[in-house]
């Protein structure tokens, strides 16, 4: 009775806090708190040898160690970028996605890139006796993840700008490609494992086909996403799309022939297809044309009137401009002649002197 009343009373919670649960980011966080965690034990011996993943120990059956390794690795670059992805990046795209769809799409690309991560080492330990990925490099992190927070930003916000740089702006629709490539160029470096640019490379294959093609939609039986900018072609960079393109078309066939992929078709019920009559009176299209018509012509005519009454008024307002001013004569001021200056003599000594 006491089991069964505690198991009773934990499904009231549960269903009383569902909601929250769907719409809260807790889950991510506690996402987050365990990776931190896995950061901080990886750096114990014992702990190394308990929870990291090798390909070659999934032959003794060491299955706990595909959900373990997930958030152990103690390499800081991988740590700080998926805390960024389970919160900047999953925050962003929640707002198009539930919280189930989304974890579902998380477990899904970890889980099928590290599977395919280990056929991988196993065929390059068998085929080129290479030890690299089959005994030494592990796979830990959770990078496949970010890899799909990646491509769900590009699928919610293709053209939204991130970062303007002299070169260029970088856009939502290039992280996949962009965290590839600096993913290869960190691998070159040795500042990750090359394991880590396989999980990238192969996270962004794995969360696009999903998305494409198996994602369920909530309201109606379509499955994937069909959009033209969500193109396989679309990861690259826009003047290697044709060639991309051609490539993305051969595979899809090939797919679609093996029965891997489907092609979208769409289906509409005819019989749910309600026929609605509608009558159409030919002569009343007539009459409101003409009466449309008539309108028209009644509207230009009263805006000719009025443009002619404001032209006459202007008319009416302008005059000539008169000068009221008269013409000033200046007047003439005579100075008085002085005796030295004087032109013709006034006293007769003068007029001796000058004879």
């Known amino acids: 009775m006491g089991v069964k009343s505690v198991l009773g009373d934990l499904q009231i919670v549960v269903e009383r806090h569902s909601d929250v649960l769907r ?19 990886s750096y114990l011996h014992f702990a190394r040898l308990l929870l990291w993943l090798h390909p070659y120990q999934l032959a003794s059956i060491e299955l706990w160690r595909i959900a373990t390794s997930a958030f152990c690795g103690h390499n800081l670059l991988d740590v700080l970028w998926t805390v960024w992805c389970l919160h900047f990046g999953t925050n962003l795209v929640r707002l198009n996605n539930t919280n189930e769809s989304l974890l579902k799409l998380y477990a899904i690309t970890q889980g099928i890139t590290t599977l395919v991560i280990v056929v991988f080492a196993y065929l390059t330990y068998i085929f080129f006796d290479s030890i690299k990925f089959f005994y030494i490099e592990p796979l830990v992190g959770m990078t496949p993840v970010c890899a799909a927070v990646m491509v769900l930003m590009k699928q919610f916000l ?47 294959q794995v969360s696009w086909t999903y998305l494409r093609f198996y994602k369920p939609h909530e309201t109606d039986e379509i499955y994937g996403d069909g959009s ?4 396989w072609a679309s990861l690259f960079p826009s003047r290697t799309q044709l060639f991309f393109t051609l490539i993305g078309k051969v595979c899809f066939r090939s797919l679609a022939r093996m029965g891997v992929c489907k092609r979208q078709v769409r289906h509409v019920d005819l019989s749910s297809l309600q026929s609605v009559a509608v009558g159409i009176n030919l002569p009343a299209l007539e009459n409101s044309a003409k009466d449309s018509e008539r309108r028209r012509q009644k509207a230009l005519k009263e805006l000719n009137e009025r443009l002619n009454k404001t032209r006459k008024a202007e008319v009416a307002n302008y005059g000539n401009w008169d000068d009221d001013e008269n013409d000033e004569v200046p007047d003439v001021v005579v100075s008085p002649v002085s005796n030295v200056h004087s032109s013709q003599p006034t006293s007769e000594a003068e007029k001796e002197s000058m004879a």
């Open 158 to 204: 293709p053209d939204t700008i991130v970062l303007a740089t002299p070169f260029g702006r970088i856009k939502y629709a290039h992280l996949p490609f962009f965290s590839i490539c600096v993913a290869f160029i960190l691998a070159l470096t040795k500042f990750i494992y090359f394991v880590s640019f396989l999980q990238i490379a192969i996270g962004v």
């Open 23 to 41: 719409n809260n980011a807790l889950p991510f966080r506690f996402l987050v708190v365990l990776r931190i965690i896995g950061f901080i034990v």
């Open 228 to 231: 033209e900018h969500f193109t």
